[in-house]
């Protein structure tokens, strides 16, 4: 991964933190009914934490990643 791509990376993990916060605030506002969403949106979060976990500690994926030719 080269420099241009971290700083792409970086603007667009920028942007989504930007919009879950103000996605957040919103279902805030709307308490009674945003508490539901807010419990799914906490659920789709810990299930994305889990499959960047595991594909970050697979050591068998990157090495298909290295030396396999698409």
Do not use: H, Q, W
Not at 12 to 32: E, K, R, S
Not at 56 to 69: F, H, I, R
């Amino acid at each position: 991964m080269d420099k241009y791509e971290k700083v792409g990376y970086a603007c667009l993990g920028l942007v989504a933190l930007c919009y879950l916060l103000a996605m957040f605030i919103g279902v805030i506002a709307a308490f009674p009914f945003g508490l539901l969403i807010l419990i799914g949106i906490v659920g789709v979060g810990a299930l994305l934490i889990k499959v960047f976990k595991e594909r970050l500690a697979s050591t068998e994926d990157d090495y298909y990643d290295k030396n396999v030719e698409k």
